[in-house]
């Protein structure tokens, strides 16, 4: 579990914290004392960060991770960065990769340049994705499979990767990367994503729609024990076999999305059969990851099963919508 007095006081910037993932941890990080400032492309536009009620407290400054003189800027008097601003649709990846390789590949550089140059940055935490590893031939992944994202989403995120790997051995960047699995929670606003959009879709009485056939497997661990993971590994970095590496964050324990869906209707007391399209296209059929790295050297492991992490994120929405 983070500890509870590190961050006390800190300057910390949290790339993405307008969206799901960002928006925990800049939460996780205000609650224990850090001062935390965000970069965002539109700061008008209603986020996460509304959702989870932290942006009065953020430091929001305008700007594009794209835009290097904007990250320059924004690293003014930071000593920390968690670098989770990226262009995470998939389909939409799919449909238009040049914007996405220009946030999730040029964004990336311009943060960690920004890092490299400026003064007093002590640790910095990319994330990467399980989707990096592309299709293998040997599952779970751990984090010595070679990174073989082949799709514009994966390819963009492998390169991420590879970038921060290169800074920390080239320049002795203090920086870690994380490769989570599929992440639901509260505050995800995307409703192309499975679980916030199963769960709107049954708690108003609509018929739920999957994108594949259903087969698909994957790892889905909770937004809270993914929140914990950065926080931890930022207070591990000072630490020789922490500086440089990637760590898998995930369950270890795959479901099909059919069975997500199943459960998920389940939980939320009611009974219906979702629609499957089976149009998806270049997504892999199989990934789910070994924490076992992890466990090892950083001590986490998730805290929350995936029905705990369910029965929470639907409460969370049927706060959300009133329900």
Known sequence: ???????????????????????????????????VRTIVRQPGLACSMDALGIREKLDVKPG??????????????????????????????????????????????????????????????????????????????????????????????????????????????????TRNANTFGGADLNLSRIVPGVIKWVLHNEVPVIRSDGKPKRDYVYVKDIANAYLLLGENLHRREVRGNAFNFGSGKPVSVLELFTRIIRLCGKKVKPHILNEARNEIPAQWLSNRKAKKVLGWKPRYSLDQGLRETIDWYKAYYRL
């Open 64 to 177: 594009d991770i794209t835009d290097y003189k904007a990250v320059e800027t924004a690293f003014n008097g930071v000593d920390s960065c968690f670098h989770l601003a990226a262009q995470a649709f998939v389909e939409q990846a799919n449909r238009n990769p040049l914007p996405t390789f220009e946030s999730n590949i040029k964004g990336t550089w311009n943060i960690l340049e920004a890092a490299r140059k400026g003064a007093g940055v002590e640790r910095v935490i990319v994330a990467s994705s399980d989707k990096a590893y592309g299709v293998q031939k040997k599952l779970p992944y751990t984090e010595d499979s070679p990174l073989l994202g082949r799709f514009p989403y994966d390819a963009s995120k492998a390169c991420a990767d590879v970038l921060a790997q290169g800074y920390a051995t080239s320049y002795g960047l203090p920086v870690s990367i």
């Open 1 to 35: 579990m983070a500890g509870k007095n590190f961050w006390q006081g800190r300057q910390v910037l949290v790339t993405g914290a307008d969206g799901f993932i960002g928006s925990w941890v800049a939460k996780g990080l205000l609650e224990q004392g850090a001062q």
